[in-house]
């Protein structure tokens, strides 16, 4: 049974370029969070989708962006990439239909804006 | 504002010692506190609680919520190296997990 994948694993990005990272849920999940972890900080909610529709958003500003494919996996895009946005990309998955139970992590993609 | 805050933030101990994190939270709509062990990357999931006075235990971890106060505690006993991490806790409230910073937890020969 797969868990959460991620990929890329690492990245290294210019100011002001784009990125997009994806995510696979683990089999049996249908709702997807994209998260991000500062260092030495606690992660913080970007986003979540469920049904191919973002159901919530954290507090981040438009340049980021996602989206949900019909077989649940997900992307998050960030455009116009600032230094402050280096950081650990985590994606978590969780089943809406069964409850919301605990939330499965991916290893997490680790971005470098230089 | 929402908010999850852990205590300490940072803690060193021996082998064999025992050790409690304490997780505070403020958050509206709570349906669940949740505790997670992240060494590298992957937050990995030890424990969700929903009610009040019910411990958990899983091996030498073990954790219990009190929803009247608004705090849970993490307890390792009989620490071990292989217990050095940060240990994150985390609210859920309406679809999305809140995190606290986070308690680096360090333990020696």
């Known amino acids: 049974d797969a868990g959460v994948t991620q990929s890329p694993t690492h990245l290294i990005k210019t100011r002001g370029q784009q990125v997009t990272l994806r995510c696979s849920p683990k089999?049996?999940?249908?709702?997807v969070s994209w998260y991000q972890q500062a260092l030495g900080q606690g992660p913080q909610f970007i986003f979540q989708y469920y049904e191919e529709e973002e159901r919530q958003r954290g507090n981040f500003p438009d340049r980021f962006s996602g989206h949900q494919f019909p077989n649940y996996s997900s992307e998050l895009n960030v455009n116009a990439l600032l230094l402050g946005d280096s950081a650990l990309y985590l994606c978590?998955?969780?089943?809406?239909?069964?409850?919301?139970?605990?939330?499965?992590f991916g290893q997490g993609t680790r971005l470098t804006v230089v | 504002e929402d908010k999850v805050v852990q205590s300490p933030l940072s803690l060193v101990v021996h082998e064999g010692d025992t050790v409690t994190l304490n997780c505070s939270y403020e958050v509206t709509n709570f349906r669940s506190l949740l505790w997670y062990k992240q060494e590298k990357k992957a937050p990995t999931f030890l424990f969700m609680l929903?009610?009040?006075?019910i411990e958990k235990k899983s091996g030498r971890l073990s954790s219990i919520l009190d929803k009247k106060e608004l705090f849970s505690i993490l307890n390792i006993t009989a620490t071990q190296t292989g217990d050095s991490a940060v240990y994150l806790c985390a609210v859920g409230g309406g679809g999305k997990l809140i995190f606290g910073q986070g308690t680096e937890l360090s333990v020696k020969p």
């Open positions: 978590a998955s969780t089943s809406y239909r069964a409850g919301n139970t605990e939330a499965f």
């Open positions: 089999s049996g999940h249908d709702t």
């Open positions: 929903t009610s009040s006075g």
